[in-house]
């Protein structure tokens, strides 16, 4: 028997309610009105009742100070406020600060203050983009297949449900069974553009009129099923099922009969074609729609065929082929308050995310052989996420408000030091590398880059900032899922800052840059010096480094260094013609007649440069 | 089988080096020469166990039909319009379109009997560079990052793995250091030469000042990660100061041999292969893309093949005239075959279950054809060869165990190939 659960029919008619990201259900009824978040109306969803308040960041602190001490953890130092309103514009929004906002928290002597920006944080659009950013990253990955994913509608229905704060049960109960449209067609140029991490448009809530973006997700795996489950359950349940995809392991739980019944709930979404004819170069609008049968193709695909076979059942035995359809009746499963994985998977995540390592390590591995470390908190935490209402952003609040989020990054010598050599207690805060889309960020804000290419007559600046986007993140494959106690980077990321145009450019004295405005405003070197930090790395110069500074910048204009002239060290004259020869963006900032003849000038870029290339301002610290 | 986790190596690594400024590259080197014999870090030149020093793999993207050119069948009612042409080799023809290539088919071991589960471009990629199927709990590293790895970097500072014509696949959990370095097109890498407004003094002069800035971070923090990135930047400054940087511009190259390999990204891809590995570079990548010709098959294939014919040619002669083919592999492979049947469209559509690789070059049994396809090319009827034994091969002739096991972060063994076994019939 063949049951369409979701015809294009319904669509038109539920357009409002596909608008909201909800997945149309064949028997329940349609939401009452817009603006009503999923989750409420959701049957399978048990009624979440806080039986107790909140986990407050004193019992946080409590239960974290117990390891410290059954481990001879001593905690470092406080970090200053500087610091610590850096590493909340990097985990929240994804940048620095500006540097009057660096000045105004400074100033601000209220005792809430830092409560307050976090407030004022996750209410910012800023918010919603670095997370749909960070979600699109780890759900979507690197692969285009612009064929059949429209990036551009996910990435919208992302950063639509983070600026609404969709509850996180009712999310991943979305993309677990979405049904309905992808796309409404296009250019699939257009969907390579929008891989990396530009900016959602402001219109992109229109773009999902009609559509059901979240099916994007499940089409990603199109004809690989089994991918889409151990991606779904090693993000949302951090539990490594597909290790069992080949054989059984012998010192693992998981059996690989559990992974095949868990696997086959996602054979019966089938992707119906909704274009007529060739569809080169254009994404394929396609609905993905749920039936009871096993799609054919994959029940003779050899490596799907056993997946076929088997019965869809859940993790803990539960039976999906009772009622709605089998990925349905696997979100109910994965997102019930009773589920033992799902809230620690995402508490584990967000703690990794803004601590630089989980309670367990890596963030998506929950099994008995990796145990977690700091268990009570990491029960607490997860404990209090599942029974007030998955909210995220409260989540969040915990977090950063713990002592741990606050520490000094600073490396403590003597007594205590060795007790926890790789720093799993968190007893200072983990550097961190800047990731593509912190980076790109931050190298923007800090050098105005953007509004000097406007002034030089760059037209389309998000195509710009789009365009500088995909040759970052092309430099990046980072896996910041893992804590490792070594840097981890590649020489290519290396040379592009050190001479590279976003560096090489931002750093330089032309019109509308940091550094010409900086220059016009302060007419001490010691107070460009010290603006210049601020822009750079969000804090006030040292007055040892303010120091350095002038003496380097008067020593430029009494030595007579020259600014410029040679070119590279390969050849001598002429510039070999380059390997990548795409047109950079910035290109029109190259213009030679802008070169400083002035030795001061000439100078701060210098500083400019190397504040740019340190690690100060490459790590999140 | 030596086992090692990285993190505990580290650990080792810092306690046994107290006081001193830890680098990343210490360790590593410190470590190669724990396992790997005569890694290149050592002051005594690499003794590599395997015969090949370095590998070029030239990969079809897309999947290449194997009936249109390593395994034809003329007059099956699959074979298809073009013709086939008798090569030196028993048992061997291949298509009219590769008449260099056939010409020196006693230079090349072609493998007729592939066959694997993977009809998904992307699944299939992965199984082909990595030599495992893809698993979301682990991303295992391609043939380069085991090469990187394990052979270790030219003492010169070029890298040890360079991939031409991206995309490529990394080291997976190895870490990114042990990735490619990749170049869209053949060329000089971006961003090796001075940036805007710079010249010698004043770089070395922004690196005075960038220095300063260092040392204070990494006093202050105290943290390796500062020292790991500090070395990084070293080894960078010292690629672009290398004058073997020269080995990736080809405007240096004679004119009349660079025209041999054919007027193509991919024939300068295969020259600049050369280049690189006469200057100790261990791993390139050259890919060729095109190759899903699911419309359209017999004219695109013969472009391909005219393209092909040409650079792979070129590349074998100009490796032997420097004497780098008796420690040179190379493997030429693509996602996976097509099928049989034409389409509608005078495509083929793609077909795992039975296709070609070749093989050429040090360590390697030429002038053989292993296994064969049925009278349509559509069965493996002799001689079946998986992904993980053609994987396990490749490893055996660069003198890597394809048993030996490295612990994944999150602490599982993971071997270089996936249970697989040398085929000896292919070994020289």
Known sequence: MRRVICTAGTLGALSVVVLLGAACGGGSPPPPKVGVTHSTMDAGASPVVATSPPLTHERIDALLEEEWKKKGVTPSRPADDATFLRRLYLDIVGTIPEPREVAAFAADTTADKRARKVKELLASQAYATHFMNYWDDVLMGREARANIVDRNAFRAWLGKSFRENKRWDALVRELVSATGQNTHGGPKSRQLSAMPMVQAPEDADTELLGLNAAVNYSLRFQDAPQDLAGTSSRVFLGVQIQCAQCHDHKTEAWKQEDFRSFASAFLHLRPKNLDDGKMNGEVRKIELMDFRAVFPRLEKNPETAPIARAKATALDGTDLEKGDGTRRALADWMVSPKNPWFAKAIVNRMWGHFLGRGFVDPVDDLRPSNPAVAEPLFDALATDFAQHGFDLQTLITQIVSSRAYALSAQKKEGAGAASDPDNQLWGRFHLVPLGPEELLNALVRATNVDEAARRAGVQNLPELRSQMARSFSFLFDVDEEADTSDYEGTVTQALTLLNGNLTGYGSRAIPGSALTTVLAAKSSDADVADELYLRVLSRPATPEERAAVVDYVQHATTGGAGTAGQASPLTSGKKPKRADKRPDPLNRLGNKSRSTQDPRTAAFEDVMWALLNSSEFLFNH | ?428
């Open chain 2, 1 to 428: 089988m030596s086992i090692y986790n990285r993190r505990q190596v580290l650990r080792f690594g810092a306690s046994a080096m107290v006081g001193a400024v830890l680098s990343r590259f210490a360790i590593r080197d410190a470590l190669a020469d724990d396992v790997v014999p005569g890694s290149g870090s050592g002051s005594a030149p690499p003794a590599i166990a395997g015969k090949a020093k370095a590998v070029i793999v030239l990969y079809m993207n897309g999947g290449p039909s194997h009936i249109d050119t390593w395994d034809p069948k003329p007059g099956a009612p699959t074979g298809g319009p073009h013709k086939a042409i008798k090569t030196r080799t028993t048992g061997l023809q291949i298509s009219e379109h590769m008449p260099k290539l056939a010409d020196m088919s006693d230079k090349l071991a072609v493998i007729h009997s592939m066959s694997s589960k993977e009809g998904n471009h992307q699944r299939a990629q992965y199984l082909l560079r990595t030599g495992y199927a893809p698993n979301p709990t682990v991303i295992h590293p391609s043939l380069g990052g085991w090469v990187s790895k394990k052979l270790g970097e030219p003492k010169n500072g070029l890298p040890a793995f360079v991939s031409l014509g991206g995309p490529s696949l990394g080291a997976g959990f190895l870490g990114v250091q042990y990735g490619p370095f990749v170049l869209p097109k053949p060329g000089l890498p971006a961003n090796v030469t001075y940036g805007v407004d710079t010249d010698k003094p004043r770089f070395e002069r922004r690196l005075g000042l960038l220095d300063t800035m260092e040392q204070r971070f990494s006093q202050s923090t105290g943290d390796a990660k500062v020292e790991g990135r500090r070395a990084l930047e070293r080894k960078s400054v010292a690629l672009m100061h290398t004058p073997d940087l020269s080995a990736f511009d080809l405007s240096t190259e004679d004119a009349t041999r660079l025209a041999t390999f054919g007027d193509t990204d991919f024939g300068r891809g295969c020259a600049t292969a050369v280049r690189l590995v006469e200057k100790g570079v261990r791993c390139v990548e050259v890919m060729l893309d095109g190759w899903d010709t699911h419309k359209d098959n017999f004219n695109r294939v013969k472009t391909l093949m005219g393209t092909l014919d040409a650079a792979m040619s070129a590349l074998i002669t100009e490796l032997s005239r420097k004497n780098l083919l008796d420690s040179t592999l190379i493997v030429w492979m693509g996602d996976f075959g097509r099928t049989p049947r034409i389409n509608g469209n005078d495509g083929r559509d793609h077909y795992p279950q039975a296709w070609s690789t070749v093989l050429a070059g040090a360590g390697i049994k030429k002038g053989q054809v292993y296994g064969e396809t049925d009278a349509n090319g559509e069965k493996v009827t002799k001689d079946l060869v998986t992904v993980p034994n053609l994987a396990a091969t490749i490893a055996t002739v660069l003198g890597m165990d394809p048993t030996e096991s490295f612990l994944s972060p999150v602490g599982r063994p993971i071997a270089i190939t996936d249970s697989g076994v040398a085929i000896k019939a292919l070994l020289a």
